[in-house]
């Protein structure tokens, strides 16, 4: 069912979309706690919960901070604190560093490398080959075909 579906997602997915898909109107905070809105866990541990990924994340003293008042990179780390903090086993990152420079997007991937380190399954989804030297496991695509010797 579809809520079935939603219980999985909530549960064992995290997403981190290439636009980021940060509401603008909620700060740091309320957008890391929206994915626990379905959990029923109580309003202080969801608190507790996303101060402790958004402090991992590096963004501790900006959890008021509304989304346009970021840089890009906080702006990719609140997406990724939002996507971990019901600490799912499988994160899916469509392209996480297209919009970044060189160095945040150097420390956006060091961050992913922990959270595999960490016993999370990290699928990165990424057209530059730079971000190869962070993967541990590299399959490449081209129409639709994965190419030999990268599976």
């Not at 064992?12 to 636009?19: D, N």
């Not at 109580?42 to 990924?53: H, L």
Request: include cysteine.
């Amino acid at each position: 069912t579809p809520e079935q579906r939603a219980d999985f997602r909530s549960e064992y997915i995290g997403f981190i979309f290439q636009s980021f898909q940060l509401v603008p109107y909620l700060t740091v905070l309320e957008n890391v706690t929206l994915p626990m809105a379905v959990t029923g866990l109580k309003k202080k541990i969801k608190y507790e919960m996303a101060m402790d990924v958004i402090d991992r994340v590096g963004l501790a003293d900006r959890a008021d901070r509304l989304p346009d008042q970021l840089s890009g990179g906080e702006q990719e780390r609140v997406a990724i604190a939002r996507a971990i903090v019901n600490r799912p086993p499988i994160i899916l990152a469509d392209e996480p560093t297209g919009n970044l420079d060189t160095t945040t997007a150097g420390g956006v991937m060091s961050l992913l490398q922990s959270l595999n380190r960490d016993g999370h399954t990290v699928i990165v989804v990424t057209h530059n080959p730079e971000m190869e030297a962070y993967s541990s496991r590299m399959i490449k695509v081209r129409d639709g075909e994965c190419l030999p010797g990268y599976s």
